[in-house]
């Protein structure tokens, strides 16, 4: 798979891109069903099988108060998918995305094992929603100019919590003031509305796939619906582009990816 020219172009101005149905049906049935399983596993909880985050970790508005509260055990994260499934880590190193990802960073490719490495499990009752915000925020590389990879496992849209975008954002300045403690855009600061009124909901369907900038800001609503959302989500850098020493995103590896060569 190559991207033309118009696609690196939308993605370098917008910051994202939607590759329509990357991922075959037949894989994306498996990669969503070893979720359910996992996590039909993880609610039997003995033992567990694998590290995941709860919504009452995260705490964001409306999550459970405590684990003892109702829905205090909603997962909102597997984590480390590429360890916990042959899909997942196929998924995650495919070489045909490998090379898509070469072609927008311009350079041999990385995948991070410190950021998202996960599936996302938003949840109907209890699933919180996410402010806008930059994936870069916690992470700490030589630039801001890593790629996360969303690939929707199921539909995705406004009413289950689907993802929200401000095209362009990545290369926004944002003044301080316009942050919470979080580095969330705060909802409350007259600065901000014009930017809110930017955002361009994402429907996707099982198999697309986003691309986006570290530096894209962008949120998700509450699932309304009355199934789990899943999404395989992983995070990459280019070579050029490593983790600072002794910082979180380097402690948990790396694995080099390796592009389809073109015949
Ligand atoms: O599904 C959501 O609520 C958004 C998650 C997200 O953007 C993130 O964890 O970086």
Redesign the pocket.
Known sequence: MILDSAQCAQFKQDGYLILRQMVSSKSCADMLAQSQAQLQAQLQATPDIGPVEYETDLAYPGAPASFEAAGGHTVRRLRQAYARADCWRDWATDPALASVLQQLLDEPVILSLAHHNCV?T?HPNYGT??GW?R?IRYWSFARNDLISVWLALGEEHAAN?G?RVLPGSQRWAIAPEQLDALDFLRPDVAQNQPLFQQGVALDLAAGDVVLFHSGLF?A?GQNTSTQVKHSLVFAYRGASNPPRAGSKSAMAGEVKLNPKLSS
């Open positions: 996302m938003k929603a996410t915000h994936d919590g993802l962008h998700a």
